[in-house]
């Protein structure tokens, strides 16, 4: 395998759809797995944008997902020889399916690994075209490594960074996809300031920034995890990891969170929670507006003096707490890491 390079500081571009690969990237360019014209962007649809915190991935995707019209069979992104084919085990829907990962190295340190698989179409060793048939599927969720590269969320081996693949795509076929996205989704929904799907204008690019509080120092935006109450006990009122935002772009000005519980060891385990926030009575102050209609009052401040930031929050419905107390949950700017690896090194799980 292509040995990873010494960690590179790549600059990030504002407002982009997609972001550059770095002269040290990988050079193999890809084509979408699907036909264009088969993804399924609105409605039950919508793409799984890398670095979008949605759904039951509040820490941000290091992958994406695609969906697609029944019956489209997924294709092989680049041409590359399938390495593994992992049985993930029943798919808990009752009728015995289970899921499987397809992993496939496409050369020059690019591997790719599609995820959430109903019937592999392959076998360890063969060696793919672009384009051949690699699975049956409903999504097309798909994660890539860049051996090259250290510069984004790490694996925690010595493999490189998780990429976006819409990063990667042909220019051609980007520019198709674009053109799709915008008309259908943009045009429409995001310049009304309005989500569609699983798209959402305050995440609106293919590539989202996945860790964002350095951009907002001394706010409670950013991406947080829960360090003082243990994530083997589901806490009614606080939740394992946060997403706040508070972006201002071309859409409009959108104070959103997601909050989403990771607790493997229980059953049920991605308990998850959406709304909006707001600070109209001052700093330290934030009103939090579920989705599920509780208003909830907080005091809240964060410590920026070494390392990472710490957010210390209390909440309740009603009034605002006195004052910050020995209940208040105390949380940690996430680090560059998947979430497990970065978990396992704050001991909150084995």
């Known amino acids: ?27 193999v360019r890809l084509n979408l797995p699907v036909p264009v014209a088969s993804i399924v962007l609105t409605g039950v649809g919508g793409l799984g944008a890398f670095g979008a915190h949605e759904g039951g991935h509040t820490e941000g995707l290091n992958h994406v997902w695609i969906p697609t019209l029944p019956g489209t069979t997924v294709r092989s992104w680049s041409g590359g020889t ?7 085990g029943d798919r808990g829907t009752g009728d015995g399916r289970h899921e499987y990962f397809i992993t496939i190295d496409y050369g020059r340190g690019l591997v790719g690994k599609h995820l959430d698989v109903d019937t592999p179409l392959v076998r360890v060793g ?17 994660n890539l490594i860049d051996n090259y590269r250290t510069d984004g969320e790490r694996t ?69 995890i829960l360090i003082n109450k243990g994530w083997s006990v589901v806490d009614p009122t606080y939740f ?21 519980d990771h607790d493997w060891s229980m059953p049920g385990n ?45 909440w309740r419905v009603g009034s605002y707490p006195v004052a910050l107390s020995t209940n208040a949950a105390v949380y940690t700017e996430r680090a560059p890491i998947y979430l497990g690896g970065d978990a396992q090194q704050l001991g909150l799980v084995k």
């Open 126 to 142: 063969d060696v793919l075209k672009e384009g051949d048939p690699v699975a049956r599927a409903l999504t097309a969720e798909f």
């Open 240 to 260: 394992d990891v946060m997403a706040i935002f508070d972006v201002t772009n071309t859409y409009g000005h959108f104070q959103r969170l997601e909050m989403g």
């Open 270 to 314: 991605k308990r998850h929670i959406t709304g909006t926030w707001s600070a109209p009575d001052g700093a330290g102050h934030i009103i939090l507006s579920m989705q599920s209609g509780l208003t909830y009052y907080g005091l809240f401040a964060v410590d920026e003096s070494s390392g990472r930031a710490r957010l210390t929050i209390e």
């Open 82 to 88: 399938v390495t593994k084919i992992e049985d993930m």
């Open 1 to 27: 395998m292509d040995a990873p390079v010494a960690t590179k500081v790549v600059t990030w571009i504002d407002g982009a759809w997609t972001q550059p690969i770095p002269a040290s990237g990988s050079p």
């Open 156 to 224: 925690g081996g010595s493999t490189g960074s998780p990429v976006s693949p819409f990063d990667y795509l042909r220019d051609d076929v980007k520019a198709a996809l674009l053109a799709r996205y915008t008309s259908e989704v943009v045009d429409p929904y995001f310049r009304a300031g309005q989500e569609v799907g699983t798209n959402r204008p305050w995440e609106p690019f293919l590539t989202n920034k996945m860790l964002f509080h350095a951009d907002h120092r001394g706010t409670v935006a950013g991406e947080w």
